[in-house]
C-alpha cells in the first residue's frame, strides 16, 4: 500500500518540476521581508476533526539566496497549535504572480484537535500568490502536515488557506 504522505510528496515535486520545465521562471531578491497572515480550514481533506485554523508568518525575502528561512505560529479552533521554521522560495511566473513551495519542520500540540501522533510534524505547502500593489500581496495556499512515519501512526493533516501578505517596514 503507497503511503499517503509519499503520494502528496510526489505531487508535489511534480508541480516544481512542471514549473521548472515549462514556464519563464524568475528567481532572486523578492519584494522585501513580510508578514504573511492567513485564515484556513484545517482537515480541509480527511474531515476528521475540521476547524478554522489562523496562521501568522515572517518571511525573509529580501535575501538574494534561492532558499530563504521563515518562520510561523498555526492555531486552530480546537485548540490545535504548531510552531514552524523553515525554507520557502519565490518563483515568479509573471510580474503580478508567483508560485511559493515551502517546506518547515516544527512542534504540534493537539489539545483537542487531530491527534497527529508526535510532537515533531513537517508540513509541505504550495501557494499562489498576487501582488495587488507594492503593499500588499493575496493569494491561496495548500498545505500537508504530517509526522513521516515517526508516530506510532501518520494521520496527516491538510488546510487550504487564504493569505494576506505585508511588507515589513
Request: hydrophobic share 45%; charged share 15%; net charge negative.
Amino acid at each position: 500500500m503507497i503511503r499517503r504522505g509519499f503520494v502528496y510528496g510526489s505531487i508535489f515535486l511534480f508541480v516544481v518540476v512542471f514549473i521548472f520545465a515549462f514556464s519563464s521562471i524568475s528567481f532572486g531578491k523578492g519584494p522585501g521581508d513580510y508578514i504573511s497572515i492567513s485564515t484556513a480550514i484545517f482537515d480541509v481533506l480527511q474531515n476528521d476533526i475540521p476547524s478554522i485554523e489562523g496562521r501568522i508568518e515572517y518571511r525573509v525575502n529580501s535575501a538574494e539566496w534561492l532558499l530563504k528561512p521563515f518562520a510561523g505560529f498555526m492555531a486552530n479552533a480546537d485548540g490545535g497549535r504548531y510552531i514552524y521554521a523553515g525554507l520557502f522560495f519565490e518563483i515568479s511566473i509573471t510580474d503580478f504572480f508567483s508560485l511559493i513551495p515551502s517546506f518547515a519542520p516544527g512542534f504540534y500540540i493537539k489539545n483537542f484537535s487531530k491527534d497527529l501522533h508526535s510532537l515533531l510534524e513537517f508540513r509541505s505547502q504550495i501557494e499562489a500568490v498576487i501582488d495587488l500593489s507594492k503593499n500588499l500581496r493575496a493569494g491561496f495556499s495548500f498545505n500537508h502536515i504530517s509526522n513521516a512515519s515517526l508516530g506510532e501512526s501518520n494521520p496527516g493533516v491538510e488546510s487550504v488557506a487564504f493569505t494576506v501578505q505585508l511588507p515589513v517596514p
